[in-house]
Nanobody, 119 residues
Framework: QVQLVESGGGLVQPGGSLRLSCAASGSIFSIYVMGWFRQAPGKQRELVAV???????TYADSVKGRFTISRDNAKNTVYLQMNSLKPEDTAVYYC?????????????WGQGTQVTVSS
C-alpha cells in the first residue's frame, strides 16, 4: 500500500519561497486526487490545494496566485511550490490522499513538514 512522506519545510523570511515534496512509496498513477493541507497552531486543519490525475487543480483563496501544486507520476511525487510567503502561511503542511481516491475507507496522510515564515 502507498505511504506518503513530506519534505522541504523550513524557516523563511516573508516574501520568500519554499518547495514541498510528497513522495509516495508506490505508484500514484492510479490515484485520482491528491492534496495538501496545513494546520497552524491552535487552528483547524485546512485544505490548501488539490490536483487530479488529469492535472486539474484547485486552491484555497488564501494561497491562490502564490502557491502551485504539481504532480510527477514518473517520480511518484506531488509538489507544492510556495512563493511570496506570508507569516500567516506558518503551519505544519500535510500531504493527503482522500478516502475513495486510493483506499476505499481511509484517508492517507504523511507525517507533516513544518513551514515557518518569520523575519
Amino acid at each position: 500500500q502507498v505511504q506518503l512522506v513530506e519534505s522541504g519545510g523550513g524557516l523563511v523570511q516573508p516574501g520568500g519561497s519554499l518547495r514541498l515534496s510528497c513522495a509516495a512509496s508506490g505508484s500514484i498513477f492510479s490515484i485520482y486526487v491528491m492534496g495538501w493541507f496545513r494546520q497552524a497552531p491552535g487552528k483547524q486543519r485546512e485544505l490548501v490545494a488539490v490536483i487530479t490525475s488529469s492535472g486539474i487543480t484547485t486552491y484555497a483563496d488564501s494561497v491562490k496566485g502564490r502557491f502551485t501544486i504539481s504532480r510527477d507520476n514518473a517520480k511518484n511525487t506531488v509538489y507544492l511550490q510556495m512563493n511570496s510567503l506570508k507569516p500567516e502561511d506558518t503551519a505544519v503542511y500535510y500531504c493527503n490522499v482522500p478516502k475513495g481516491s486510493y483506499h476505499p475507507a481511509y484517508d492517507l496522510w504523511g507525517q507533516g513538514t513544518q513551514v515557518t515564515v518569520s523575519s
